[in-house]
């Protein structure tokens, strides 16, 4: 992690994965998560170390809530470009885990593809442009043979796919 806006965006990222389970409406309601830690709810076991997180919040358990829980994920980044790959490496990280797939090279391609495709699907302008920044086409030519690739893997590869779509997903929130 090397953005604080990374971290913060991953705990919430983490947290949040409880509300895709059945029977679960509310994220301090999973009972295996951490979250109820974190709001003081439950003892912290030796491993979990809340204060990392918590002082993004200088402590203030109703900020933190309110963070975690309301939809809000754009605003995470506004921070700076670096933000938006490491929002897409971990989605392509969480969904390798998933399928069982650690090959690096194919990770690393998912993310820059996902990005691409983002160029022409995502409904921010801010986000495309921090993208933008982030791709750096050398030109138009560049950007249209690498939309094109793209759009090869996302019709072969289902990873690609289902990456982008809970990508677009935590944009739209």
Known sequence: MTTDGYLLWSARYVHRNAL?????????????????TYLGLRRAPAFVNTDLILEHFDGDLARFRAFTEEDHTSTLLRQQPEDVRQLVDAVVACDDLRAGDDHRDRSSRRSRDVLVLLTESCDDEHVRRLID??????SGGARRTALSRARRRLASDPAVGRVLDEVERHLAA
Do not use: Q
Request: no cysteine; glycine share 4%; proline share 9%.
């Open 20 to 36: 895709e389970l059945p029977g679960v409406a509310a994220i301090s309601d999973h009972r295996w998560s951490s979250y109820r």
């Open 133 to 138: 920044l982030l791709l750096a086409f050398p």
